[in-house]
């Protein structure tokens, strides 16, 4: 399913990222990494996404995780069939003021009687993009909601840290690959002015470098100021 057909390259998970002509989703990990294919310019390439927001804003992350989780339990009553609720993005801290569990209570139940199983179908509500996926097919219903949010619990020096939580899942291949750390932060963790985080980050960027076998990838911060790129992949081993 190419998510762009959904609107999914205008989430703020892709809005200030290069465009691309397709993206699908694969699925996420036990470190809350989500893996993307997408296709640029006529090339397939893999992306390694990370959701993070900075600990001293959790509990903003933890009001609207409680919402999204009611609408899920409100949905579940009045559809038949088992689903999971696989939320890939959403807006903090626009939803924590404009948030309405009726709307997206409804939105879900309308999409589900659609499904069969097997079948998947993005449910997109103000800034939240989630995956419904119908696993089976029952009397009764049953919603599993799923999400992937980092808490960054690390002083803004060890920012780096999150670079090498992606890197787990980045085996050095022959076709490009896309890093993108997301900061859903009201107040960004990246900060030019930290001469700490920038000399760690560095490091890590000059050592992707030796290990590539063809191509280095793209690696990629983006906050609310927009996206910035860490590391060029246009650049090949020598």
Known sequence: MNLIDFGFQNSNLF??????????????????????????EGQACI????????????????????????????????VRGVFIFDLLTIDI??????????????????????????QVRMVKYSSACALLHKTAAYDWGKITFK??????????DYLDLLIKQLLKDFIFPHDPVILLLNDLSQ???????????????????D??????????????????NGARELLSGSQLKD
């Open 93 to 118: 801290h626009k939803e924590i003021k404009t948030f309405k569990h009726a709307e997206l209570t409804s939105l879900i139940m309308n999409t589900a009687v659609k499904l069969s199983p097997g």
């Open 47 to 78: 992306l390694l996404a990370l959701n993070f927001i900075r600990n001293d804003e959790k509990i903003l992350w933890d009001a609207v995780e409680d919402f999204l989780k009611r609408s899920t339990i409100n949905a579940a009553s009045g």
């Open 187 to 205: 107040n960004p963790v990246f900060d030019l002015q930290n001469a700490v985080q920038q000399i760690r980050i560095k490091k890590v960027m």
């Open 147 to 156: 999400t992937a949010v980092n808490v960054f619990k690390d002083k803004p």
């Open 207 to 224: 050592g992707l470098i030796p290990n590539s076998v063809e191509f280095i990838p793209e690696v990629y911060i983006q906050d609310k």
């Open 15 to 40: 809005r200030h990222m290069p465009l691309f002509d397709e993206i699908s989703y694969v699925g996420h990990n036990e470190d809350k990494v989500r893996r993307y294919r997408a296709v640029r």
